[in-house]
């Protein structure tokens, strides 16, 4: 049975910068593409961020430049590091496997709260 931890979210001041964490276990990871996805009060989950299992990142336009997606494979472990950090990044993060269907996705983790605010 898959399960997701994500932990390392916090409050920041904008322009900062945090690592977040996903392990996941009850899956080998490196056989899926893995995401982080955020969904901020009131809006809808939105992807932020995927990774290949060739380790080829993609990035919403919102993040890009700014949001560095890895893996370490051998840790189950999926990462997110966010820098120059904006009040509207202000979400809770999720990572989860990520495919073109992954609204219909049924599991979530419990996420972890990212506060940007001075």
């Known amino acids: 049975q898959v399960h997701l931890v994500e932990s390392g979210g916090g409050l920041v001041q904008p322009g900062g910068s945090l690592r977040l964490s996903c392990q996941a276990s009850g899956m080998i990871l490196s056989l899926y593409a893995m995401a982080w996805y955020r969904q901020a009060p009131g809006k809808q989950r939105e992807l932020v961020a995927h990774?290949?299992?060739?380790?080829?990142?993609t990035y919403a336009d919102s993040v890009k430049g700014r949001f560095t997606i890895s893996r370490d494979n051998a840790k189950n472990t999926v990462y997110l590091q966010m820098n120059s950090l904006k009040p509207e990044d202000t979400a809770i993060y999720y990572c989860?496997?990520?495919?073109?269907?992954?609204?219909?996705?049924?599991?979530w983790g419990q996420g972890t709260q990212l506060t940007v605010s001075s």
């Open positions: 989860n496997r990520y495919n073109q269907n992954w609204r219909n996705i049924d599991y």
């Open positions: 990774i290949t299992t060739r380790e080829t990142a």
